[in-house]
């Protein structure tokens, strides 16, 4: 699917705006439902162009940061600037928005729900349906532009309503974990859109509970728990920050050197290779040597950590 040239970009109706602005800005937000704080005086910046990721586990605020940003409801506390200017309804139409869960009308037919929600920001019927079927024949399925939602599978409605999320050509675009129901082909299709916008000067907002998602696509994220960032900036830099202590192994023999606690902290077996946590002040050379003299080795690599490690120290540590 890939290699389906892109729809042309319309020329956007977006006022000018300087390269300098952040995105989004987060000062202080709170927001209660009733005595339950689901987000807690939160703070983080979205600058301009990029895919920002932000995450955290169930019941972080993820979701009641997002409702808060599109406006669904105020906060309680804090301020929320958009494009340099305090949040207001005039900058919904610069938004793009899909939700985790879908939003669709089951008895509308494609092509007419495309039209529908592009015409719901502000496009033209014809420049609507003009967008639409371009944007279908991106995705490979014009020829279901006249079935109706309710006949479509899981991944295919999550196409439309993504199309319906983009169709407007937004400044800011908001993705509510976008590749559920999508199997692995169309999730690169997605993946190649989501890139060549960001590229195109496009600020993409994806939360998503998928780590390895967020290290492939992601730039800069933010990580909250109990609704309060736990960690947010550079991705490479939060990475950087935690050194090289992880080590990729693929071996076959005696695994009896993962054994060795003077060199060893932890490690997880995946079956075809093992990563290991060198312990504190441990030397990686060492370990080599220990583990060659044992098994034969066919990688022996020295990584950063994962951010999926990253997040579970992070959120072990702020759930202590």
């Given at each position: 699917m890939s290699s389906v040239q892109s729809p042309v970009a319309?020329?956007?109706?977006s006022a000018p705006h300087s390269v300098a602005e952040d995105t989004v800005q987060l000062t202080g937000v709170r927001k209660c439902y009733d005595e339950f704080v689901a987000v807690a005086d939160l703070t983080l910046t979205i600058h301009p162009g990029g895919i920002y990721g932000l995450l955290g586990p169930n019941g972080a605020g993820k979701t009641s940061t997002i409702r808060m940003l599109m406006g669904i409801t105020i906060p309680d506390a804090g301020q929320i600037t958009v494009?340099?200017?305090?949040?207001?309804?005039?900058?919904?139409?610069?938004f793009g928005y899909l939700p985790e869960e879908r939003g669709?009308?089951?008895?509308?037919?494609?092509?007419?729900?495309?039209?529908?929600?592009?015409?719901?920001?502000?496009?033209?019927?014809?420049?609507?349906?003009?967008?639409?079927?371009?944007?279908?024949?991106?995705?490979?399925?014009s020829s279901?532009?006249?079935?109706?939602?309710?006949?479509?599978?899981?991944?295919?409605q999550?196409?439309?309503?993504?199309i319906g999320a983009i169709l407007h050509d937004p400044r800011l675009i908001i993705m509510d974990e976008p590749f559920t129901g999508l199997d692995p082909a169309n999730a690169v299709a997605l993946k190649d859109v989501l890139l060549e916008m960001a590229k195109s000067g496009k600020t993409i907002l994806l939360s998503t509970h998928r780590m390895d998602q967020v290290e492939r696509l992601c730039q800069s994220i933010c990580l909250i728990n109990h609704g309060r960032a736990v960690?947010?900036?550079?991705?490479?830099?939060?990475?950087?920050?935690?050194?090289?202590?992880?080590?990729?192994?693929?071996?076959?023999?005696?695994?009896?050197?993962?054994?060795?606690k003077r060199l060893v902290q932890s490690f997880n077996d995946y079956g075809n290779y093992v990563e290991v946590r060198l312990a504190p002040g441990a030397d990686s050379q060492e370990l080599l040597r220990l583990a060659s003299s044992h098994a034969r080795l066919d990688r022996f690599e020295v990584?950063?950590?994962?951010?999926?490690?990253i997040f579970i120290d992070v959120v072990g540590k702020s759930n202590a």
């Open positions: 319309p020329p956007s109706n494009f340099g200017e305090p949040l207001g309804r005039a900058h919904m139409d610069q669709l009308y089951k008895k509308m037919k494609v092509l007419d729900h495309l039209v529908f929600l592009g015409q719901l920001k502000g496009l033209s019927s014809t420049e609507a349906t003009k967008r639409a079927n371009s944007w279908c024949e991106r995705f490979e399925f279901w532009v006249g079935k109706k939602i309710e006949e479509l599978s899981k991944g295919m999550q196409k439309v309503q993504f960690l947010e900036g550079d991705l490479n830099q939060i990475k950087a920050g935690y050194g090289r202590q992880n080590i990729q192994i693929k071996y076959d023999g005696d695994a009896r050197f993962l054994q060795e990584m950063e950590p994962s951010l999926e490690e």
